[in-house]
């Protein structure tokens, strides 16, 4: 799969781990930063991956900030992203299932790196419940990106 995978220098050893650790499993990884620990802005990184998804560049994103949160916030402003701060493989899951989410944000501050690789490995391998009353929801989310 492709993914885009991004961070601020809260979450820049969590994001090498897992850009790392994602290759290895073949999976097709575009690093779109941050590339050291110098302090930077996370809602920079949340743009170029959500961006690179909301394209269609890449099919999921990764992003990884000190909790999790401010990324999420801020990829979640992109048109057609969902983007999900989730810290256990279960909301991950469901995050898949229920919300059709395209961006999975952790925090390396908040997770070590086994529970980070189950949440990722759980986020890309999940598909989408197509169910009926799921897909209304996600039109009903996608709507409100219409209103001024
Ligand atoms: C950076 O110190 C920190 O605020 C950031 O990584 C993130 O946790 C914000 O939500």
Same mark, same amino acid.
């Given at each position: 799969?492709?993914?885009?995978?991004?961070?601020?220098?809260?979450?820049?050893?969590?994001?090498?781990?897992?850009?790392?650790?994602?290759?290895?499993?073949?999976?097709?990884?575009?690093?779109?930063?941050?590339?050291?620990?110098?302090?930077?802005?996370?809602?920079?990184? @949340? /743009?170029? %991956? !959500?961006? *690179? +998804?909301? #394209?269609?560049? $890449?099919?999921?994103?990764?992003?990884?900030?000190?909790?999790? &949160?401010?990324?999420?916030?801020?990829?979640?402003?992109?048109?057609?992203?969902? @983007? /999900?701060? %989730? !810290?256990? *493989? +279960?909301? #991950?899951?469901? $995050?898949?299932?229920?919300?059709?989410?395209?961006?999975?944000? &952790?925090?390396?501050?908040?997770?070590?790196?086994?529970?980070?690789?189950?949440?990722?490995?759980?986020?890309?391998?999940?598909?989408?419940?197509?169910?009926?009353?799921?897909?209304?929801?996600?039109?009903?989310?996608?709507?409100?990106?219409?209103?001024?």
């Amino acid at each position: 799969m492709k993914i885009a995978i991004g961070s601020d220098h809260a979450g820049f050893v969590l994001k090498n781990r897992l850009r790392d650790e994602l290759s290895a499993e073949g999976h097709d990884v575009i690093d779109l930063g941050a590339n050291s620990s110098e302090s930077v802005d996370y809602p920079d990184f @949340a /743009a170029l %991956v !959500s961006e *690179a +998804v909301a #394209a269609g560049k $890449s099919e999921r994103g990764v992003l990884v900030c000190g909790t999790g &949160v401010g990324m999420s916030i801020a990829a979640n402003k992109v048109p057609g992203i969902r @983007a /999900a701060a %989730v !810290s256990d *493989a +279960v909301s #991950a899951r469901l $995050s898949r299932e229920h919300n059709d989410a395209n961006i999975v944000c &952790v925090g390396e501050r908040i997770v070590g790196l086994e529970v980070a690789l189950a949440i990722v490995r759980t986020f890309i391998g999940t598909a989408f419940s197509s169910g009926e009353r799921h897909r209304g929801r996600i039109n009903k989310i996608s709507g409100l990106e219409q209103k001024p």
